[in-house]
């Protein structure tokens, strides 16, 4: 008798809040996992390599194959040779190959494929460029004043307003005078100006696809986040049917982001040499390349004035956000809504006026990476308030739990929160954990020439795509019966390492009363499973983890109206349906909850259905001579409305609080002249075992109504918000030092130091 | 050139120039994907493999260095049938993410626990230090490591 048939038949406790052994850990354990590289060769397979611009503009004059160079076994691609030369993303103005711009460093112009890896790598260097350097414009401020035009009429990617209270004004000059003398009416005010960097993903498998092409069309197997966006471009690129587009989803060895949407330009240069060669192509990336090439977290400069009153209440905020986009827009516009809507904190403002722009830039596309603009403008309010505090002679934490934002609130947006508030739990608990207001209390403790600090931040972020975003996107699961009373999850949702395919037969078990092993998981391909929309912005648990319970439930209702029509058990009457009916299959579309409103007009409404919130808490010791930072722990209490599997959840709140410890501390790309430094694991330093401190992490479960398995809500991107802050406020606890600019590196914070001393 | 060695306990024969990478070895005419790349280098230490019983980047020693030498690699911890205990534990404790640093990173836990059947939290976390992971910020593989050495020695000492 299977487990299907035992299971479904007697009650058993749920799996869900449960840690069972993650599905594909037996796989990833053992090296049995197969990651695109690990793929086997098919017959005839060629190599692929990528030639690129060394400068960051120019016009691209010509390109001269070296004639003393035998080339006759090397697949040659140049813009010339495409119908369609642009990579489809939310605009299609980035080429696939550069044809007469060079547009930014590493820029794409050229693609070559040899069967022969050590050969493909000369004629690289055999591939003459003709170039005429440009002045370069690299920095945000000087595009956005349009000292030379390089993006559009304007260098302006996209532009966005919030307002709100006194500042709701049509007018935009009258609206920035109703926020100013707001402002100016307050008791205190304070300005600042924050800054944050570039950071890389740094996935530690690079990105790799493998392309090939027969009378189905064309076939990708990758490394990527979302199958359906590599799908999309390739459909664009080559003016291809849907059903002639195949994408699958290899064991993908981390995202974060940075396969969101860099594999479609991957995907799309290994499908033409493919189609050019008639053979397969691999390309794998090497690390340089993949840190010279690929896309970054945006770079961004906040400014922001604010008026509280004397006894600390927050009443009128004014941000102005510069976006550093790179060459191309990408989705530049979706980082900049983010970072704009969550610009004002986990605060109640009165009024407030948020200006968001992103400009282009000549330095490679910046793109998505875990938390999407959220931790740049979470990284000025955190220490714009901590400054607050300064003013008010108040401990930070407490202002902040005086203006934290409660159920019946109302947000920058205009949105009113119904519920799912778990703020002032987490706040509690991570103080509470880390003795804060007992280490706070006293001076800090400098033993020698170690000094000791604690700091804290406290933050929101938005589960799902942004206002009507799920509307439009409707994203889809099916659920399959198969033979045995088992079910298999068809869904675009890609496992990452997050555990997404554990998660989701946890949900799809416990919906029908099956067992885990009677729940299969299709491999993520187009060719089968339906566009779920992408594995991004939070929202696979929470959007498509509560499609699959919808769709698995009705699977098993069908399967027990027949058991009740005519008898047997759960197994017996599984496969009689299935006999009769041949193809018993649920495919359930996404429904945001009615009351959700949102005009993408006016920036107003219900930004998103519900929010996850955090405190974080970091320890650190400064070498006073030195100015080293080093963590000594670590604490979140973090609300997940319910945690499906505590240790998966908990092991992403540890990964993303390391990422976010990584950018605050070491973590930094440095350019010169466009080129970047530093493109290599020995020179962009990313915290090792023993960088990294230790994690003590509290899970706050304030359920979401509309959340799966009893009311999940979104966890991937808010741990990367608030380490950062966290960190700066402890240095300044231990040093004095408050430093307004990312990354804390020693030469910075000395600089500092000295200005103040000075 | 022909080069001998032992790998995963067996004696096995590869005729290569001698300065290929012992990672390119293992991937191809070995047929063992296991050991991962991910810098090429000696930075990530995703293809940690064992060298006479001392972890090393496979991407920085030659075959022709391995000659009469014993190499094992994360397909040598577990049998076909069922896990190693400490493969387990990164099952069970949430030390396996995305899986890609996950081969190198028992490779050099199992070297630890080796030479230091008990070790403190900082000797993993120092002996883990050559390996670079992304998705879980250390603790659970440190959590996963300390679970191992404690059922290994409960279970008295065998692997």
Same mark, same amino acid.
């Given at each position: ?598 005009? &993408? ?5 219900? +930004? #998103?259905?519900?929010? *996850?919130? %955090?405190?974080? $808490?970091? =320890?650190?010791?400064? !070498? ?73 992490? &509290? ?5 979401? +109504? #509309?959340?799966?398995? *009893?009311? %999940?809500?979104? $966890?991937? =991107?808010?741990?990367? !918000? ?37 | ?159």
């Amino acid at each position: 008798m299977t487990t299907a048939a035992q299971n479904a038949s007697s009650a058993r406790p749920p799996f869900i809040g449960t840690n069972v052994p993650r599905t594909d850990g037996a796989s990833k354990v053992t090296g049995r996992a197969a990651y695109v590289d690990d793929l086997p060769r098919e017959p005839g397979e060629l190599f692929g390599a990528t030639v690129r611009s060394p400068v960051p503009r120019a016009r691209l004059r010509g390109i001269t194959l070296d004639p003393a160079f035998d080339w006759s076994d090397v697949t040659v691609v140049r813009a010339s040779d495409l119908a369609v030369n642009e990579v489809q993303c939310i605009s299609a103005e980035q080429p696939i190959l550069a044809a007469d711009q060079i547009r930014h460093a590493y820029e794409p112009v050229a693609l070559l494929a040899c069967a022969d890896k050590r050969k493909l790598a000369q004629a690289v260097r055999a591939v003459k460029l003709d170039l005429e350097p440009l002045t370069p414009v690299l920095d945000p401020e000087q595009s956005l004043a349009k000292v030379d035009v390089i993006w559009g009429d304007d260098n302006v990617h996209k532009r966005f307003s919030i307002t709100k209270g006194r500042a709701d004004l049509p007018d935009p000059a009258a609206s920035a005078a109703a926020i100013d003398a707001a402002i100016a009416n307050c008791e205190v005010v304070v300005r600042g100006r924050y800054t944050t960097h570039h950071q890389e993903q740094l996935y530690i498998e690079p990105q790799g696809v493998i392309a090939r092409w027969d009378d189905k069309g064309v076939h990708v197997t990758g490394s990527l986040q979302c199958p359906y966006y590599v799908h999309k471009a390739l459909l664009h690129g080559f003016e291809l049917a849907a059903d002639r587009v195949h994408v699958t989803q290899a064991v993908t060895g981390g995202g974060f982001g940075g396969k969101e949407e860099y594999p479609s330009v991957i995907a799309l240069h290994a499908a033409l040499l493919a189609q050019k060669s008639g053979k397969p192509v691999r390309m794998i990336y090497d690390r340089k390349e993949d840190i010279e090439a690929t896309t970054k977290r945006h770079p961004a400069i906040c400014e922001i004035v604010s008026g509280c009153d004397r006894d600390g209440t927050l009443r009128a905020l004014s941000i102005r956000i510069l976006m550093d986009g790179g060459a191309y827009m990408t989705l530049t516009p979706v980082v900049l809504s983010r970072g704009a809507l969550h610009a004002a904190g986990v605060y109640r403002w009165d009024d407030v006026r948020i200006d968001a722009i992103a400009v282009a830039t000549n330095t490679p596309p910046n793109g998505a990476f875990r938390g999407f603009g959220a931790p740049q403008t979470i990284w000025a309010i955190e220490r714009h308030l901590d400054r607050v505090a300064q003013e008010l002679g108040r401990d930070p934490m407490d202002l902040k739990a005086q203006n934290m934002l409660r159920e019946g609130d109302t947000t920058a947006t205009g949105q009113i929160l119904r519920g799912s508030v778990g703020v002032a739990e987490c706040l509690e608990k991570a103080l509470a954990a880390s003795e804060y207001h007992e280490k706070r209390k006293n001076p800090p403790a400098v033993r020698g020439r170690v000094a000791r600090g604690i700091g804290a931040s406290v933050f929101m972020h938005g589960a799902g795509f942004t206002g009507s975003g799920e509307k439009h996107l409707k994203g889809r699961v099916a659920v399959d019966l198969l033979p045995g009373g088992r079910l298999r999850i068809r869904t675009a949702s890609t496992d990452i390492g997050q555990g997404t395919e554990t998660v989701f037969r946890q949900i799809a078990a416990d919906a029908t009363g099956l067992h885990l092993a009677d729940i299969d998981f299709a491999v993520p391909s187009t060719s089968y499973v339906p566009d779920s929309g992408p594995t991004v912005a939070s929202r696979t648990v929470m959007v498509v983890g509560g499609i699959v319970e919808r769709a698995a439930r009705e699977v098993a209702a069908r399967v027990r109206a027949e058991q009740e029509a005519g008898g047997g058990d759960f197994v017996t009457a599984a496969d009689r349906l299935l006999t009769k009916e041949r193809e018993v299959t649920a495919l359930v579309q996404y429904e945001h909850p009615g009351w959700v409103a949102w005009d &993408d007009g006016t920036y107003k409404g219900d +930004a #998103y259905p519900v929010y *996850g919130y %955090a405190c974080d $808490v970091a =320890e650190v010791e400064v !070498d006073l001579d030195t100015l080293e930072v080093t963590v000594t722990g670590f604490w979140s209490a973090t609300d997940v409305g319910k945690a499906i599997h505590p240790v998966m959840c908990k092991g992403q709140i540890e990964g993303g609080s390391l990422q976010a410890i990584g950018w605050a501390l070491w973590e930094d790309v440095v350019w010169k002249n466009g080129l970047i430094q530093n493109p290599r694991m020995t020179n962009y330093i990313i915290p090792t075992a023993l960088d990294a401190p230790p994690m003590h992490v &509290d899970l706050v479960e304030a359920p979401y +109504a #509309y959340g799966p398995g *009893g009311g %999940a809500k979104g $966890v991937g =991107e808010l741990p990367m !918000d608030g380490g950062a802050p966290a960190i700066a406020a402890a240095v300044e606890h231990a040093t004095g030092i408050f430093a307004r600019d990312l990354p804390l590196l020693p030469e910075k914070l000395l600089e500092l130091q000295t200005t103040r001393k000075g | 050139m022909k080069i001998t060695l032992t790998l995963n306990g067996l004696s096995r024969e590869v005729d290569l120039p001698p300065l290929v990478r012992l990672l390119d070895a293992l991937r191809g005419p070995l047929g063992l994907p296991g050991t991962k790349e991910g810098c090429g280098e000696g930075e990530c230490g995703s293809c940690t493999v064992l060298l006479d019983g001392a972890p090393v980047n496979a991407c920085l020693v030659s075959i022709g260095q391995c000659e009469g030498r014993a190499v094992t690699t994360v397909e040598g911890l577990s049998d076909a049938t069922h896990l190693g205990p400490l493969a387990r534990c990164f099952v069970d404790h949430g030390g396996a993410q995305c899986g890609i640093c996950t081969p190198g990173m028992l490779i050099s836990a199992e070297a630890l626990l080796a030479r230091r059947p008990e070790p403190s939290d900082e000797e993993i976390r120092e002996a883990i230090a050559g390996n670079l992971c992304r998705c879980t910020g250390y603790q659970r593989i440190v959590d996963s490591i300390r679970e191992a050495s404690r059922e290994r020695r409960q279970a008295g000492g065998a692997s």
